[in-house]
């Protein structure tokens, strides 16, 4: 059956929840991610639950809540994630003692389990854990389940061998897949990199294929491509360009 391909929130921060879930469907995604936080919250769930329904997609992520930063309740967002029928909640560490990373993943992973929810723990170069290794003993250690941003995986220096050791942990939720040069930005601002200057899969140099080759079939694939140039797209027409690069993208395998 292939890949699940999820329209992950950071492609479409421009628009509103409904807005994103019709844009979804329309591109041919089987599911979408949505941030909840901000001016991107959600106050009706049971009507936007009833609209991606009524479109044949699934709210697959919900995001996103930074332990050690977020001052908001986790349990609101929780909640409202659980109302949507959302498979899981994609989560950060901010924190930056190991142990206490441990104990407040620990703690909202049980929270997210008693609503049926998944808690995904995604690592980046200036957060915590911020290595794959390190990510796969959190993961252990809390039942959490680990998020591989493949652009992220590629800029701490990780490969094939540590999502090898992910897949075979049997820590991996799901992978998010952009595109980008392979060299790292000139000016070394990964963070800029990350949530401006992303490519649409296939038009970069990262070597995604080979790491995809890696990632077991009935994993959901998420597109996440917070890009300013495609921001300029309209909405409907920036969801299929990236469905149908990350399509192709994955028909080469």
Do not use: K
Not at 32 to 61: F, K, Q
């Amino acid at each position: 059956m292939g890949h699940p391909l999820v329209l992950a929130a950071g492609s479409l921060l421009d628009c509103g929840a409904s807005a994103m879930v019709d844009a979804a469907a329309a591109a041919g995604f089987d599911g979408v991610g949505l941030r909840l936080s901000g001016p991107h919250a959600v106050t009706d769930t049971s009507a936007l639950r009833r609209r991606a329904d009524g479109l044949g997609i699934y709210v697959h992520d919900t995001e996103v809540h930074r332990i050690g930063t977020d001052t908001a309740d986790p349990a609101m967002i929780v909640g409202c994630s659980a109302a949507l029928g959302a498979t899981a909640l994609l989560v950060v560490s901010d924190l930056p003692d190991h142990d206490d990373t441990i104990h407040r993943v620990a703690e909202l992973s049980e929270v997210c389990a008693r609503n049926g929810l998944m808690l995904g723990l995604e690592y980046m170069a200036w957060t915590h854990p911020s290595t794959p290794l390190a990510a796969i003993d959190v993961a252990r250690a809390t039942g959490c389940r680990l998020v591989v941003d493949l652009l992220h995986h590629v800029r701490v220096g990780a490969g094939v061998d540590e999502l090898d050791a992910i897949v075979a942990s049997g820590v991996l939720g799901w992978v998010q897949v952009c595109d980008a040069p392979l060299a790292p930005p000139p000016d070394g601002d990964v963070v800029h990199e990350a949530r401006h200057r992303r490519l649409a899969p296939g038009r970069g140099e990262l070597p995604l294929l080979e790491l995809l080759e890696r990632v077991p079939d009935d994993v959901v694939i998420s597109v996440e491509v917070q890009s300013d140039a495609l921001a300029m797209t309209a909405v409907v027409e920036r969801a299929r360009l990236l469905h149908d690069a990350a399509s192709e993208l994955l028909d080469r395998r």
